[in-house]
């Protein structure tokens, strides 16, 4: 599970644990060497909180305002230790930084390795956890910066001794104060089971100073234990009997659960858990408020990108996505100044560009999903002029890579500082073909570059994405990119196929289930899709017996949530293509294409579609030698003539027979008398005539199909391929039933 930032309490608040929770042995009990200290309670001038929520409960601290260098201003109860010199001589002296003021542990070494040791007696620090020392060091003018360690000696699980690390920082300046944090874990399953020693030494022999010595322990559970943690409220628990029943947090606005980030398990308080189930686990009390957004940012596909740089971009629809096509047209990142093809084209996905985007806080906001299709990827293996350029030359890439680069300012350069470039976990290899949907969580820092984290500001403006790294040629959909919060809830797509496999059909793919996501108002369901063999996935409903109506593209995230897959048998409401072959004679003569729609579709009582009335039908139709093996659908918006083009750039046009938002209704036959494929009252034919062929194209093929958009969605029926040729000569079969109309155009078409 992925270590995530919890909304927490602001204060710190004491730490209710008993002297004996950390499994430390008193002076009473320890076999201990004469000079030990036994830790007191809390002192009344302490200055500093006895929890720190990044590094957990204070156990050991000295400011030697108050105390010499052997004492210890605070140590948990209970506690025995030493603190003394090692291979040196210490004693309270005067801070050496006068502005600072104060009192110092002066260190004077006598040998090398020289330092001020701070030991734990009767067996050490033992309790599950991670332990941090943290002190400051000064080290005069005209000393050596280099050869200061922080030491820390454990003994392991046989008991023996070990130094399992020298941990060299060396400082950058001398007369200045820093400060050293160093923090190890240790558990039950670990190599080592206690910290017996720590130490700053220096390989030279010098005089230096240190001052707020403090050690931290941020406790695990261990067996039969459980660890509470809210905000600085850390609480070890001893579970009394085979169950435990989860208390009220001290906080309760907005309380959600009980979390442990291991094993993702959440209970709400008052629940009852075995103990076995939760034995040396750590729960978070998580708090989120359900009525704030669930998204921070979101770029649909259905709209231009904002600023575009080395593309043509087009909004098209392909498998009934809106998506921003982008295409780095051959050749077109030739620069002739450099002789060489760029492969960094981009688009630019902040305010300056459109004030559509807005910037979020990418604290709480920090999951991140791209959604996305690199339809083509061509190389080229030399760095020449586009018309210098071969077939030979050019190289498919099927594994072309992509980048995400997270914009810290909002101008054209906040993508990158200098020559750091803000990518989400480098680049990326991808392949061809499908879409595919890249998540990150940028509470992992590997997410991040480090030198400028995702979440070193407050502030974060957008997104340049370089989507297709390939130097010739490229076309990438763009579907999404979103960032969702952060949170501990999961949703989970339900393939929702049961009584499908009953009858014999085969789930070919299921959704993974979202996880780590936050609560809130508008969460944007995933753009992946389950495939249901011989089945059209429609959408996603929130109960399983959903129809069609029911589909939802967003969902009021309050909890863990379950969505179910809505399907359509394939083929068992979308236009049925008629196999006719017609001519339309007349003035404006040309070849028509029929189809034909049930009634009860087109009133919206069909079995698939119920409730639900068609948006619009009728045809889309293009030459076979412009498709180039496309399967045709649309791509961009037809025109006000009904012209487009299709995903892969194919020209087509499209006619209407009913648009319902328009009021337009073309029927061609209702009766069966003109196909004896209608019948009255139940169906109706609807047709397409190509008119205005050129003679030279006679011969060329046409493609036809017929559509339904439905639900936003759009289904397509069986594609018919015709010419104007090819009817003519089947026409001509049975000449003598031809109207003499008739016959004159075939014989026209026959001897173009």
């Not at 027979?657 to 209608?678: M, P, Q, T």
């Amino acid at each position: 599970m992925k270590k995530r930032t919890i909304l927490s309490l602001a204060a710190a608040l004491l730490v209710s644990l008993n002297a004996g929770a950390f499994g430390l042995e008193t002076v009473e009990n320890a076999a201990e060497p004469t000079g030990a200290v036994t830790g007191t309670t809390l002192a009344d001038d302490i200055d500093i909180p006895l929890a720190d929520e990044k590094y957990g409960n204070l156990i050991w601290y000295n400011n030697y305002e108050t105390k010499n260098e052997h004492e210890a201003l605070y140590a948990q109860e209970g506690m025995s230790f030493i603190a003394s010199g090692n291979t040196a001589n210490t004693s309270v002296e005067a801070d050496p930084d006068t502005e600072k003021g104060g009192k110092a542990v002066k260190v004077n070494g006598q040998g090398a390795h020289g330092g001020y040791e701070l030991t734990f007696t009767g067996g050490g620090l033992t309790q599950p956890g991670t332990y941090t020392f943290i002190m400051d060091v000064y080290i005069p003018d005209g000393g050596t910066t280099g050869g200061m360690w922080l030491r820390y000696e454990t003994t392991k699980q046989d008991g023996s001794s070990s130094d399992p690390n020298y941990w060299d920082h060396p400082l950058k300046s001398t007369g200045k104060w820093y400060t050293w944090t160093q923090s190890m874990t240790i558990s039950a399953n670990d190599e080592y089971k206690a910290i017996n020693v720590y130490s700053v030494r220096s390989s030279s022999v010098q005089d230096y100073y240190v001052d707020n010595v403090r050690v931290y322990c941020n406790p695990m559970a261990g067996e039969g234990q459980i660890f509470l943690k809210e905000g600085a409220t850390q609480t070890l628990v001893t579970i009394n009997g085979n169950t435990y029943t989860f208390p009220e947090p001290i906080n309760k606005t907005d309380f959600i659960a009980w979390y442990n980030a291991e094993t993702g398990a959440k209970y709400a308080a008052g629940a009852t858990a075995d103990k076995a189930a939760i034995s040396g686990k750590t729960f978070t009390a998580f708090h989120q408020n359900a009525e704030a957004p669930a998204m921070g940012f979101s770029f649909e596909g259905g709209k231009s990108g904002a600023g575009v740089e080395g593309f043509t971009e087009s909004v098209i629809t392909d498998d009934n996505r809106s998506v921003l096509r982008l295409h780095m047209l051959p050749g077109g990142s030739w620069d002739a100044s450099s002789a060489n093809y760029k492969n960094d084209a981009r688009v630019w996905l902040i305010s300056a560009y459109d004030d559509t985007f807005t910037a979020f806080n990418p604290h709480e906001y920090n999951m991140v999903s791209y959604c996305y299709k690199i339809v083509k990827a061509v190389d080229t293996t030399k760095k020449v002029a586009p018309e210098e350029l071969t077939e030979s030359d050019l190289v498919a890439n099927e594994t072309p890579w992509f980048a995400i680069n997270y914009s810290l300012s909002n101008d054209y350069g906040g993508f990158h500082h200098g020559t750091t470039e803000h990518k989400i976990g480098g680049n990326h290899k991808t392949t061809v073909g499908d879409y595919q949907i890249f998540t990150a969580d940028m509470a992992v820092a590997a997410n991040s570059t480090a030198a400028y984290p995702w979440d070193s500001v407050d502030t974060m403006y957008g997104f340049v994405i370089q989507p297709n790294a390939s130097n010739y040629e490229s076309i990438t959909y763009i579907d999404y990119i979103r960032v969702y919060r952060d949170g501990i809830t999961t949703v989970t797509y339900d393939t929702n196929a049961a009584e499908y496999e009953e009858l014999g059909y085969t789930v070919q793919y299921d959704v993974p289930e979202e996880t780590g996501r936050g609560l809130g108002s508008g969460y944007l369901l995933t753009g992946d899709k389950p495939v249901l063999e011989g089945h059209t996935f429609v959408g996603w409903a929130l109960k399983p017996d959903a129809t069609p109506a029911d589909v939802v593209t967003s969902i009021d995230l309050t909890g863990d949530t379950t969505v179910y897959a809505v399907w359509v048998e394939e083929g068992t409401f979308v236009p049925r293509t008629i196999n006719k072959n017609s001519l339309r004679t007349g003035a404006v003569s040309g070849i028509r294409f029929a189809s034909i729609i049930n009634l009860s579709v087109k009133a919206g009582l069909s079995a698939a579609f119920e409730g639900v009335e068609p948006d619009e039908y009728g045809f889309i139709v293009s030459r076979k030698v412009l498709l180039n093996g496309e399967t045709l659908t649309f791509g961009t918006a037809p025109n006000e003539k009904g012209v487009g083009v299709t995903p892969n750039g194919a020209t087509y046009v499209s006619g209407v027979a009913f648009d319902k938002a328009k009021g337009i209704n073309r029927v061609y036959d209702n009766d069966g008398s003109k196909f004896s494929e209608v019948t009255a009252g139940k169906n109706e034919a609807f047709t397409a005539i190509l008119t205005g062929i050129p003679e030279e194209n006679y011969g060329d093929t046409l493609v036809a199909r017929p559509y339904l958009k439905i639900g936003g969605l759009y289904f397509y029926g069986r594609a018919r391929e015709m010419s104007m040729k090819s009817v003519a000569e089947d026409l001509k079969a049975n000449y003598d039933s031809l109207t003499d109309a008739e016959k004159e155009l075939v014989d026209k078409i026959l001897a173009a």
